[in-house]
Nanobody
Framework: VQLVESGGGSVRPGGSLRLSCAAS?????????ISWFRQAPGKEREGVAC???????????????SYANEAEGRFAISSGNTENTVYLQMNDLKFEDTALYYC????????????????????WGKGTLVTVSA
């Protein structure tokens, strides 16, 4: 399994970015949990969003809070099953969103749940840097 992130960059507060995670070595029909995590300088890694490729289940995290309705947050995860790519659309970016964003995948699709950010995923990409600055 290989995961390659792209789409990071520098953006001003209020701006948007779309991150991509190109996955290879497995098929999305295999019901994987694919997640986005991030790690800011000096802080612990935290979960951002996950999608279960088998049934499209999605969960989001904002600190300790987890939620399934993407309308409650600023980010949206989606999967392009035909191209084995997962996207993270990030809107209304804030200074505190500055971090290295990682894509992670696990063969157990059910790990994409409200607790997804507490699980140790099988595979990780190298990350893409997002910097929000004025």
């Amino acid at each position: 399994v290989q995961l390659v992130e792209s789409g990071g960059g520098s953006v001003r507060p209020g701006g948007s970015l779309r991150l991509s995670c190109a996955a290879s070595g497995f098929a999305f029909d295999d019901d994987y949990a694919i997640s986005w995590f991030r790690q800011a300088p000096g802080k612990e890694r935290e979960g951002v969003a996950c999608v279960r490729t088998g049934d499209g289940t999605k969960w989001y995290a904002d600190g300790a809070r987890s939620y399934a309705n993407e309308a409650e947050g600023r980010f949206a995860i989606s999967s392009g099953n035909t191209e084995n790519t997962v996207y993270l659309q990030m809107n209304d970016l804030k200074f505190e969103d500055t971090a290295l964003y990682y894509c992670a995948a696990d063969r157990l699709g059910r790990l994409c749940s409200r607790w997804f950010q507490t699980y140790a995923m099988d595979h990780w990409g190298k990350g893409t840097l997002v910097t929000v600055s004025a």
